[in-house]
C-alpha cells in the first residue's frame, strides 16, 4: 500500500472531523454501505479505527475514492458520525500529494469543465437549449440556476438532460415565473468540492454569488439536486449569505400547487417509483417534495421501492469520484429493485438520471425489465394541460 | 495447541492459496481490525479473510488445518467481549458475506429468505398459521435486519432479535446472544433448529449438519472455538396484528436513583410472575438522549417523555406483548402510585425502542466505551442498591444505563461516554473498572453474564463447567485445533484499544 503524506504542518482536518462524534466501531455503517457489498474489503468502519489509530494518512487510494459519500453510513450511524465529511476533507488533505488514477471520469471531462468555469471572463451562452416557446429574462425575482446542464448532453449522448431544464421553465411559465437564466452562471462546484479541490469550489461559489447578489433576486430554483445542497448549504459556509432563498425545483412545485397557482390538469398514467438522491434526501433531508409532486399529478401511481429515505440506496456514483465495475453491480441492483415496483424510475437529480440512463445504455449486468428514468420536473411538466 | 502463522512461509503460502482459490482477503495495513466492538485488542491479525459460502469455508479450514494456522470467525464484529479480536499471527475470517451473497460474490441488500417448518420441509408463510412453528433457512452472514425486511410483508418477523439487528446469526448464535424476544423464546441458541458446520478432522476439514436440538444448543455460544457455522435455521414468529398486541410506557421519576430501582424492581418482579411478554426493555431518560431537533421531542405522545425537570431522573419501561398475556399490567401498575402506565400503539413503541437501542451508542460529541455491558441483577429486589452504586460510581460522568427485563432477572447495559481524545477515553475505562467494583457483587445477585458473549473473558469469568463443556465440544468439532487457540488460554487478556488513539 502506498503511503501517502498530508503537507507537512497541515492541521489534520479530517480527524478532527471524525472525532467530532464518536465511533463505537459497532459495524452499522459497513452493513449499510453499498461499496461495502461489492467490495466487501471496503469498510467505513474499518478506515474509522484505522484513523483513530493514527493511519489515516496511509489510506489506500481504494479507500480514499470508492467512497459514493451518499451518507447511508452516518444516516444509520447510533452517534451520526460524519464520514462522507472525513473523507472528502481527507481528500483535500491529501490532494497534494496522491496520485490518482480515474479512468471511468469520462476522461476528467466534469473536473476540466469545473476548472474552465472558474476562470474569469468567461463568454458562455446559457440559453441556447432553451428554444422556442418558453419565457426567459435578464432579470427577475426568481433564478432558475440551470447547471451543468446545457454542457451535459455533449458528453452524456443518451440523455436529452436539456429536457428537464425546459420543463422546469415550463412550468414555471404555466405559474407566471419568467426566470431569469444568466450567461454568468458558473459550475456550482460540487465536484470540484466532494474531490478534495477546494481552491476550485471557492472560486466558483464566489464568481456565482457574485451575479446571484448583483441579480437583485429573491429566489433561486434549481432543478439539480448537487447544486440545491451546494448553494443552500455550502456556499454559505464560504461567502456568507447568498441574500437569496434557495429552493429545489420540487418544493417550487408543491408550494406553486399548494397556493393554487399550478395545475396539473391532463393526466399522465405511469406507475412510477421514486429515487432519493442523496444530495437531495441525506444531504439536504428533503424527502417529502418530490413525493407531494408526485401525488399531485393526475394518474400517476406511486409505488416506493423498499429502501426509501434515510434508507435509499444511491445511484452508484458521487461527485464522478469512482465509477467502475462495481457500480455497475450497485446499479443493476437498484434497478432491480425499482424495476419489481414499476415500469418508471423518477428521481429529482439529474445525475441520478444520467447514470443510471448510462448503466441501461451499456450492457447491463443481468437482463433487466424495460424501465426509464424520468426527472421529476418533466413529468410535472407533461401533466400541463 | 494450533501453531499460528507467524512465519513468513505460511502466510505466502495462504497468501497464493487465496488467491488461488479466489477467495477475496487483504494483507499488509490491517489496524483497521484491530478489534472489534469491544475496544479491546490483541494486536492486529496477519490476513482477513472474507469467504462467501460453505465450499470457500471448508476449502479455508482445510488449508488451515494442513499448515496449523489459527482461524478467529467474525460476524460483523459487533460483539462487546472481544471475541471477535484476533491476535498478530492469526488469520481473522470475516463470516458477513456467508450466504448472503449472488454467484459473483456480492451481497444483495434484498432477498427472499426460504421458511421450513420444524422438520425442515419447506413451508409457504402465505398459508401458515400463527401457532405454526417456523424457521427461516438462512446463510450466517444474513443479519435479522435483513430478514425482517423481507418478512415484514408477511407480517413475520424473526422470533429472537438482539438489539442490534445488524449483528449476523451467526455471531448471534456463537455468542448465544439475547434480546427482543428472548422473554418469549429465550436466548438466541434456543431458537435455532438447526445448522451447518465447517469443522475439522485431524487431517482436514468436514461439513456436519447438526439437527438434534439439544446439540444446536450445547453449541449455542461456541464462541468461534469449534468451526465456522454456515447456514442455520432459525426461529420466525407471526408479528400480533394491533388489535392482539399491547404495548405500554410505564414512566417514574425521583431525584433518587435507589428509590427508583426499588420501585420498578418491584414491579418487575410482579410482573415476571403475572405477565408473559415478547419485549420489556428500560432506560433513563437525561437530556443527550436524543438530539434536540429529533422529531420524537415533537410527537404530541411521547415528546412530553423527553422534557425532564432539572435535578430529577426519568426511567421508562416498555413491555410488549399479546393482550392475553398482558392483562395483569395495569392493575400491577395502578399498585405503584408512582408509576404512570399508558399503552401505546406498534409504531410508538417501535419510535421508543429506537431510542432506546441508540442509548447504549448513543452521545454527543462522545464515544461510548464499553466494558459495563451485561450487569444481571437476579433479584429484582436489589435493582435500587445496584442502581444507588451504579450512579454514585459514574457520578458526575455521562452515559445512562439501558436494560432488558427478562423473566429470570434484569440485565443492565452501561456505556460511559468520553470526548474523542485519548485522555479522556482513557478515564472512561479506568471508570468502568470502578464501577465493576461496585457492582459486581454477590449479595447484590450482580453476576456480569455477558449476554454478548464472554469473549476474551472466557477463561476468567466463565464458569469451570461451562469451560469443561467448551472443552468438549472443541474436542469433538475441532480436534485440529485451529478455531480461537487463544480462547481457552488463562493467560489471555485484551488490551483497551483506547490507550492505542491517537486522537
Not at chain 1, 207 to 219: L, M, P, T
Request: charged fraction near 25%.
Amino acid at each position: 500500500m502506498e503511503a501517502l503524506a498530508p503537507p507537512a504542518g497541515a492541521p489534520d482536518e479530517a480527524l478532527r472531523i471524525l472525532a467530532q462524534e464518536g465511533c463505537i466501531q459497532c459495524n452499522k455503517c459497513t452493513m449499510n454501505c453499498p461499496v461495502h457489498r461489492v467490495d466487501v474489503t471496503f469498510s467505513p468502519r474499518k478506515t474509522i479505527l484505522q484513523a483513530y489509530l493514527g493511519g489515516s494518512d496511509a489510506l489506500s487510494e481504494r479507500d480514499l475514492w470508492a467512497c459514493l459519500t451518499c451518507g447511508e453510513c452516518q444516516a444509520v450511524c447510533a452517534t451520526e458520525v460524519p464520514f462522507p465529511a472525513f473523507i472528502r476533507a481527507k481528500r483535500e488533505a491529501l490532494r497534494s500529494v496522491r496520485e490518482r488514477t480515474a479512468p471511468c471520469k469520462h476522461g476528467g471531462y466534469k473536473e476540466i469543465l469545473a476548472k474552465i468555469m472558474a476562470k474569469p471572463n468567461l463568454n458562455q451562452d446559457r440559453r441556447g437549449w432553451i428554444g422556442d416557446g418558453l419565457q426567459v429574462a435578464d432579470a427577475g425575482d426568481v433564478i432558475y440556476f440551470t447547471g451543468c446542464m446545457p454542457y451535459l448532453d455533449g458528453v452524456f449522448t443518451y440523455t436529452d438532460t436539456a429536457r428537464i431544464g425546459k420543463a422546469a421553465i415550463k412550468v414555471m411559465n404555466a405559474a407566471g415565473i419568467v426566470p431569469m437564466v444568466s450567461n454568468a452562471e458558473r459550475c456550482c462546484g460540487h465536484d470540484a468540492l466532494w474531490n478534495g479541490d477546494r481552491e476550485t469550489f471557492e472560486t466558483l461559489a464566489r464568481r456565482n454569488v457574485e451575479w446571484i447578489r448583483a441579480s437583485g433576486a429573491k429566489r433561486l430554483v434549481t432543478t439539480c439536486a448537487e447544486c440545491y445542497s451546494m448553494l443552500k448549504y455550502e456556499y454559505p459556509k464560504v461567502v456568507g449569505d447568498l441574500n437569496v432563498e434557495v429552493v429545489h425545483m420540487t418544493q417550487l412545485i408543491q408550494e406553486l400547487v399548494a397556493a393554487g397557482k399550478l395545475a396539473f390538469t391532463k393526466p399522465v398514467d405511469l406507475t412510477v417509483t421514486y429515487q432519493d438522491p442523496c444530495r437531495l434526501g441525506r444531504h439536504s433531508k428533503e424527502y417529502d417534495a418530490p413525493r407531494a409532486v408526485l401525488r399531485a399529478i393526475p394518474g400517476v401511481k406511486l409505488v416506493e421501492m423498499d429502501r426509501i429515505r434515510e434508507n435509499s440506496m444511491c445511484c452508484g456514483v458521487g461527485a464522478y469520484a469512482n465509477c467502475d465495475a462495481q457500480t455497475k453491480f450497485l446499479q443493476q441492483e437498484r434497478l432491480e429493485e425499482a424495476a419489481s415496483k414499476a415500469e418508471n424510475l423518477v428521481t429529482a437529480c439529474p445525475h441520478c438520471r444520467i447514470h443510471f440512463s448510462c448503466y441501461l445504455d451499456g450492457q447491463p449486468v443481468d437482463p433487466l425489465p424495460d424501465l426509464k428514468i424520468i426527472d421529476v420536473t418533466d413529468l410535472a411538466a407533461q401533466a400541463l394541460g | 495447541m494450533s501453531a499460528v502463522a507467524r512465519e513468513q512461509g505460511s502466510i505466502d503460502e495462504t497468501l497464493a492459496f487465496l488467491r488461488e482459490a479466489r477467495i477475496p482477503h487483504q494483507a499488509g495495513e490491517l489496524l483497521g481490525y484491530a478489534t472489534d466492538g469491544s475496544f479491546l485488542t490483541l494486536g492486529v491479525p496477519t490476513l482477513v479473510v472474507f469467504p462467501k459460502d460453505e465450499a470457500e469455508c471448508a476449502a479455508l479450514v482445510d488449508h488451515a488445518v494442513r499448515h496449523g494456522i489459527a482461524l478467529v470467525p467474525r460476524g460483523t464484529g459487533s460483539g462487546t467481549a472481544g471475541a471477535a479480536t484476533a491476535p498478530p499471527g492469526s488469520v481473522l475470517v470475516d463470516l458477513e458475506r456467508l450466504g448472503a451473497c449472488d454467484a459473483r460474490g456480492h451481497r444483495r441488500g434484498l432477498f427472499a429468505p426460504i421458511v421450513v417448518d420444524a422438520r425442515g420441509t419447506p413451508a409457504d408463510l402465505a398459508k401458515a398459521g400463527p401457532d405454526d412453528e417456523l424457521y427461516v433457512r438462512v446463510g450466517a452472514g444474513r443479519t435479522s435486519d435483513e430478514t425482517n425486511r423481507a418478512l415484514a410483508g408477511h407480517g413475520w418477523t424473526v422470533a429472537v432479535v438482539p438489539s442490534s439487528g445488524y449483528s449476523t446469526f451467526g455471531g448471534n448464535f456463537a455468542t448465544n446472544a439475547r434480546g427482543s424476544g428472548t422473554p418469549a423464546f429465550g436466548p438466541f441458541g434456543n431458537a435455532v433448529n438447526r445448522l451447518r458446520i465447517v469443522a475439522t478432522t485431524r487431517e482436514g476439514a468436514r461439513v456436519l449438519e447438526v439437527t438434534d436440538r439439544e446439540e444446536v444448543r450445547r453449541l449455542a455460544g461456541h464462541h468461534g472455538l469449534c468451526g465456522l457455522v454456515t447456514e442455520l435455521d432459525v426461529r420466525i414468529a407471526p408479528i400480533p396484528k394491533p388489535e392482539d398486541m399491547v404495548c405500554a410506557l410505564l414512566s417514574i421519576e425521583s431525584e433518587d436513583a435507589g428509590h427508583l430501582g426499588a420501585t420498578i424492581g418491584g414491579l418487575m418482579k410482579r410482573v415476571a410472575a403475572e405477565c408473559r411478554y415478547f419485549a420489556g426493555e428500560f432506560l433513563f431518560i437525561d437530556e443527550g438522549i436524543v438530539r434536540p431537533d429529533d422529531p420524537i421531542r415533537k410527537d404530541p405522545v411521547l415528546g412530553g417523555t423527553f422534557v425532564l425537570p432539572a435535578g430529577r431522573r426519568r426511567m421508562i419501561l416498555l413491555y410488549r406483548g399479546r393482550k392475553e398475556g398482558m392483562e395483569a399490567l395495569p392493575r400491577i401498575a395502578a399498585e405503584f402510585p408512582e408509576v404512570a402506565y399508558r399503552e401505546i400503539t406498534f409504531p410508538q413503541f417501535r419510535a421508543l425502542m429506537a431510542v432506546r437501542t441508540a442509548a447504549t451508542g448513543k452521545a454527543l460529541r462522545r464515544v461510548n466505551v464499553p466494558g459495563a455491558e451485561d450487569f444481571i441483577i437476579y433479584d429484582p429486589a436489589r435493582f435500587g442498591d445496584v442502581l444507588s452504586r451504579m450512579f454514585a460510581a459514574v457520578e458526575g460522568a455521562s452515559g445512562r444505563p439501558v436494560g432488558h427485563h427478562y423473566p429470570d432477572g434484569i440485565e443492565v447495559h452501561y456505556r460511559p461516554q468520553a470526548a474523542v481524545t485519548r485522555a479522556d477515553i482513557e478515564a472512561a475505562w479506568a471508570m468502568i473498572q470502578k464501577l465493576r467494583e461496585a457492582v459486581l457483587r454477590t449479595e447484590l445477585t450482580v453476576e456480569d453474564r455477558k449476554e454478548h458473549g464472554l469473549g476474551l473473558a472466557l477463561f476468567r469469568d466463565g464458569s469451570p463447567s461451562r469451560h469443561e463443556e467448551l472443552r468438549r465440544l472443541k474436542a469433538e468439532y475441532d480436534p485440529a485445533n485451529v478455531f480461537c487457540p487463544h480462547l481457552l488460554l488463562p493467560e489471555i487478556e485484551g488490551r483497551f484499544i483506547g490507550s492505542s488513539f491517537r486522537v
